[in-house]
């Protein structure tokens, strides 16, 4: 898995052992990043089902201010952090070690507003769902903020602050974007 874009292209980072975490395809993160290329720069990004990182630290590769990355497997938080190390991004870092539901509701309970999310939870358990309505009830999400959801699954249903800007589907997965109304 490497870097694809930014200051950091062609670095490589390393996944977390094991079957709990499935990286993001490097189309997908290309696709990503083609349409947030002119909201990067200097973002607040938060990595939710963070996984070995390579989405958020694609991110800062690409000009994003900070980056947080939430993961709940601490195997996958100790690779996150060894890729951290090698690209030497710990300043512009953050890592948490946690459900990513109970993070959204520490971020909100603690003010934190981010740039841009993006959220590749596990595949038909729900926490699609889940981040998107937390999301849409909640002020996380700057004003000209955008949520990016990775998931196999396109459901709608009724939204109060949010709204679908567009999905494209990439291989099994949908990336459907999401901003304020």
């Known amino acids: 898995m490497k870097i694809i874009g930014g200051v950091h292209r062609g670095r490589r980072l390393i996944a977390p ?3 709990t975490t499935r990286p993001t395809l490097s189309k997908l993160r290309e696709t990503l990043f083609n349409i947030c290329q002119a909201t990067i720069e200097e973002a607040h990004f938060l990595d939710l089902f963070a996984g070995a990182g390579a989405v958020g630290l694609e991110a800062l590769s690409r000009g994003a201010a900070q980056a947080s990355f939430v993961e709940i497997d601490k195997k996958a938080i100790q690779t996150i952090e060894k890729n951290i190390q090698t ?8 890592t948490l070690l ?3 539901i109970k993070a959204l509701k520490r971020f909100a309970a603690r003010e934190v507003r981010f740039d841009i999310i993006f959220a590749d ?3 038909g358990e729900g ?3 889940k981040v998107l309505q937390f999301v849409d009830l909640h002020a996380i999400l700057n004003e000209k903020g955008e949520l990016f959801l990775e998931d196999t699954e396109f459901r709608e249903f009724p939204l109060k602050t949010l709204k679908l800007k567009s999905s494209r589907r ?12």
């Open 17 to 19: 052992q094991g079957q």
């Open 121 to 123: 939870p596990p595949y």
């Open 98 to 100: 946690l459900d990513s």
């Open 170 to 181: 990439i291989g099994k997965a949908f990336l459907k974007q999401y901003v304020k109304r």
């Open 127 to 129: 926490y699609s769902d």
């Open 87 to 94: 690209l030497d991004e710990e300043r512009r870092t953050r």
